[in-house]
Each structure stands twice: as C-alpha cells, then as structure tokens.
C-alpha cells in the first residue's frame, strides 16, 4: 500500500434516477473522478474476447446483478489506471454497491484502507417517472436492458438487494438523501452545495 486511502462517494438510486447524468457535471465542475459501475460492465462486455462478456451481458440483460468480484475488480482497475495516469484520488462510484455481496466484495478487495467511503448520495425518485424517463432514453440508449420488461426486472431487483444497502448506510449515518425528482439543474444546485461543504 502506498500513501492515502482514496476518498470515496458511493451514489445509488434506482435505474433513472439520474445517477449518470448528475455524476458527469460533478465530475466536470467539482473535480471528482466519475465511474460508473454500469459503465465498466458495459465496457468490459464490448471488449473482444472478453470471458467475462455473457456471464455480464446475461444478467444484464435479465436485470441481475452481475457477481460482485467482476465489478469489484473493475473499479479497482479503473480508480488505479486513473490514480497513475492524472493523480486522482477521489471518485464518485455510480450504481455500485447494489448487493450484499457487492460490500462484502468491496471490503474484501479494497477495504477502508485503501478507500475511505465519505457518503452516499441517494437519489430518490417514483418508480412512474423513472419509467418514463428510461422509455425515453430508450429511443437512443443503444442499451438492451431499456425495455419495459427488463425496467421491471431492474426496479424488482433494486427493491429487493439495492434497498436494503442503502438502509444499511442510512443507519451508519452516511446518506444523504436527493428528491430526484426536479429539474437536472435543480438537482444539480443541491449536490453541488453538499459536496463543497
Ligand atoms: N434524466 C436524468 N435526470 C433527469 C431529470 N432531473 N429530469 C428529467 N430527466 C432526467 O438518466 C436517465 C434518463 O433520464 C436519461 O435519459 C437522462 O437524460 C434523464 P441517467 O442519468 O442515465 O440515470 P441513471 O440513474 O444513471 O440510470 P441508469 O439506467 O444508468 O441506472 P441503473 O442503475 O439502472 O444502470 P447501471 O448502468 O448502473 O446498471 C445497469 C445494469 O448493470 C444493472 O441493472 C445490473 O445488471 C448491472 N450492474 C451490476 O450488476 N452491478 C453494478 O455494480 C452496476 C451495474
Ligand atoms: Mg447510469
């Protein structure tokens, strides 16, 4: 190990929310490095002979959640590459952890010593209007699980294994809740003020 822990902000919400579309102007404004989890899963399953390839796209594509030591490995890859290519040391890691096994993953494999987890932005939003916002992007998104029916596995899966996480956060005191439902602007303004304090 070598030098400071990272400093970490986990960002979850359900599957619209606006996780990705909030975490870029962080990103572009505030100097936090952005990775999302979803992301580097989609990446990894493009990558030419790839093994890794079905097993990511088949639960993708069912609305699972991909096994956690892929993930894992891939945000550790990606806050490393990040790490040496510009110095960064602080992440906004979007839609991970969503599991059980994704924290126990993440203790496992990168631990409070190589990164220290600051907070965890919840963004809050009904699952009418997230439903609405995906439909839309469906008409461009290019990704396979933008259809009703995989929306549907999406939000069953978020209730039943991403709920309880953020539940778990929310009893050390780490969360910090965001009504996403407003305007991009709005939400912006808000996340901004609570991340500069
Ligand atoms: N939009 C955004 N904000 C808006 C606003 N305030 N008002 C109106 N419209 C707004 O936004 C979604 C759409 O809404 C966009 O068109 C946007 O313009 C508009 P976006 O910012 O993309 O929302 P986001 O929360 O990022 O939605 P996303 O669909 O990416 O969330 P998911 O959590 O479902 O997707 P993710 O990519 O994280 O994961 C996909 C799958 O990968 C998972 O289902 C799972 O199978 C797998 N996965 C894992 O297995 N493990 C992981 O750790 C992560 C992913
Ligand atoms: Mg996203």
Redesign the pocket.
């Known amino acids: 190990d070598n030098g400071e822990p990272f400093r970490v902000i986990f960002v979850l919400?359900?599957?619209?929310?606006?996780?990705?579309?909030?975490?870029q102007l962080i990103s572009d404004n505030l100097g936090w490095a952005h990775l999302?989890?979803?992301?580097l899963?989609?990446a990894e399953r493009q990558k030419a002979g790839s093994e890794l390839a079905d097993i990511i796209n088949a639960?993708?594509s069912?609305?699972?959640?991909?096994p956690s030591e892929i993930?894992v490995l891939l945000i550790k890859n990606a806050m490393e590459e990040l790490k040496k290519a510009n110095g960064q040391t602080k992440f906004l890691i979007?839609?991970?952890?969503?599991s059980e096994g994704?924290v126990n993953a993440w203790n496992d494999v990168i631990g409070d010593h190589r990164a220290r987890v600051d907070m965890v932005l919840f963004?809050e939003c009904p699952e009418d209007i997230l439903t609405s916002?995906?439909l839309?992007?469906a008409k461009t998104?290019g990704?396979n699980?933008?259809s009703i029916d995989v929306i549907r596995k999406?939000f069953v899966?978020?209730r039943e294994e991403s709920m309880p996480i953020i539940q778990m956060y929310q009893g050390e005191g780490k969360v910090r809740k965001i009504i996403?439902?407003?305007?991009?602007e709005?939400?912006y303004q808000e996340l901004e003020s609570i991340i500069k304090e």
């Open positions: 919400g359900g599957p619209g929310a606006g996780k990705g579309t909030q975490c999302s989890a979803g992301d899963l989609r639960n993708i069912a609305g699972k959640i991909v993930t979007d839609g991970f952890p969503r994704n963004f916002r995906l839309e992007r998104s990704r699980d933008d999406r899966t978020y996403a439902d407003r305007s991009i709005e939400v």
